[in-house]
């Protein structure tokens, strides 16, 4: 009896390690627009271990502003990078989108992570974010079925808390794989200074436009006109309840994003706009 006892408590000692040694470990892929140097992608990447098996693919140089482009005019160069010990990391000469599509065709051999990080960015990006590469990044894992985190930082002069914003960041990340939806989109932005646990973060939504922009004119030697683009914040355009105005109240920010924009809530009435001028229906 005692032997049959032994028996079965190490069978089941062993199938335990079994059905653990089979648990799922998540895959994670972080990237950027800042670039492979940017310290932002070190502090993200190195909190990001902690979750799961992590890839890092990001631009070699900085890409801020390409939104969801991909350069199609010239071959794409990319190779190894040592960032992390044990962390497979490439940069690639083209767009934060290029860097999610081949990561996923060429280190992930086809399989979509199940989360796709992009930042920690040198700015923020409230709003909806459609001229941010950081947020474009996160857009094109999203599309490509993973669940997806924008982030972003309000710096101030030379100081910046990545890696308090990477640890919150790494918090954020296990609510996103806890919760299994896929596709997802979450816009988060942390404000300057210091960041910890105690810095309370909001849900809310994207404000429409932040932007105020200004165009300096001017001409080349030869007489040419051009212009450069320079913005600033527009606080007259404050929404409240929106992440500008949480984020100026020192709050961290998520805001969760459509995926799909395809507007359902106006399709009926756009059929009966085309019904009305003669246009059928298929």
Request: with cysteine.
């Amino acid at each position: 009896m005692k032997k049959r006892a032994i028996a079965i408590l190490v069978a089941v000692f062993v199938l335990g390690i079994s059905i653990h040694s089979e648990e799922k470990v998540p895959l994670i892929l972080v990237t950027n627009d800042d670039g492979i140097e940017s310290p932002g992608l070190y502090a993200l990447a190195n909190e990001m271990t902690k979750l799961g098996r992590v890839v890092v693919v990001a631009p070699k140089t900085n890409q801020s502003g390409t939104s969801h482009i991909i350069r199609y005019d010239r071959p794409t160069f990319f190779g190894e990078k040592e960032l992390i010990p044990g962390v497979e990391s490439y940069w690639v000469d083209n767009t934060p989108v290029a860097c999610v599509r081949w990561a996923i065709a060429g280190p992930l051999e086809g399989v979509v992570p199940d989360l796709v990080v992009s930042g920690i960015n040198r700015g923020l990006n409230l709003g909806p974010g459609y001229e941010s590469g950081t947020v474009g990044a996160a857009r094109e894992g999203a599309l490509a079925g993973a669940a997806a985190i924008a982030a972003s930082q309000l710096v101030m002069g030379e100081d910046a808390d990545y890696e308090g914003a990477a640890a919150v960041l790494c918090k954020i990340a296990q609510k996103v794989l806890s919760m299994g939806d896929r596709p997802l989109l979450w816009n988060v932005n942390f404000p300057g200074g210091k960041i910890d646990s105690s810095k309370k973060i909001v849900v809310t939504k994207m404000i429409r436009r932040w932007w105020k922009m200004k165009y300096v004119v001017n001409k080349d030697i030869d007489g040419q006109p051009y212009f450069w683009v320079d913005r600033e914040p527009n606080i007259r355009k404050m929404e409240p309840e929106s992440d500008f105005a949480y984020l100026l109240k020192g709050y961290i920010t998520v805001t969760p994003h459509i995926v799909y924009q395809t507007d359902f809530a106006a399709m009926e009435k756009v059929k009966a706009l085309f019904q009305e001028n003669g246009v059928g229906q298929r």
